[in-house]
Nanobody, 122 residues
Framework: QLVESGGGLVQAGGSLRLSCAAL????????MGWFRQAPGKEREFVAS????????SFADSVKGRFTISRDNAKNTVYLQMNSLKPEDTAVYYC?????????????????WGQGTQVTVSS
C-alpha cells in the first residue's frame, strides 16, 4: 500500500528525493514518517509530517539537510535529502499512522513500504 521510490547511489554532498506513494487507499488523515535502517543497525526515525503538513519532526542527524513534504491530492509524501553523507547510507522506509503523532517510535506506525536503498559514496 506504500511504495517508495527515488533511492540510488550518490556522492557525498549530493541530493536525492524519495517519494512514497500510497496505493489502494488514502492516507490523508495519517501522519507519515520516514525511517531508515543501515546494515547491522536498528531501524531509526528520520522525519515525519502531520496529515495536513503543519507538523514536521526530524532526527537531529538530518536537521537542516532533509525536508519532508506531502501532496495529499497525489497521495504522496516526499523526503528531500541534501548534503548527503556516507552515514546516510541505509534502506529508507515510508510509514503511516492514523491521526496525530510526532514521536519517533516505529512500533506506533501501522503501514510500511518495502523500502528503497540509498547509498552515499565518499
Amino acid at each position: 500500500q506504500l511504495v517508495e521510490s527515488g533511492g540510488g547511489l550518490v556522492q557525498a554532498g549530493g541530493s536525492l528525493r524519495l517519494s512514497c506513494a500510497a496505493l489502494g487507499r488514502t492516507f490523508n488523515r495519517h501522519t507519515m514518517g520516514w525511517f531508515r535502517q543501515a546494515p547491522g543497525k536498528e531501524r531509526e526515525f528520520v522525519a515525519s509530517i502531520g496529515w495536513n503538513g503543519d507538523r514536521t519532526s526530524f532526527a537531529d542527524s538530518v536537521k537542516g539537510r532533509f525536508t519532508i513534504s506531502r501532496d495529499n491530492a497525489k497521495n504522496t509524501v516526499y523526503l528531500q535529502m541534501n548534503s548527503l553523507k556516507p552515514e546516510d547510507t541505509a534502506v529508507y522506509y515510508c510509514a503511516a499512522v492514523r491521526g496525530v503523532y510526532s514521536g519517533s517510535d516505529s512500533s506506533v506506525y501501522d503501514y510500511w513500504g518495502q523500502g528503497t536503498q540509498v547509498t552515499v559514496s565518499s
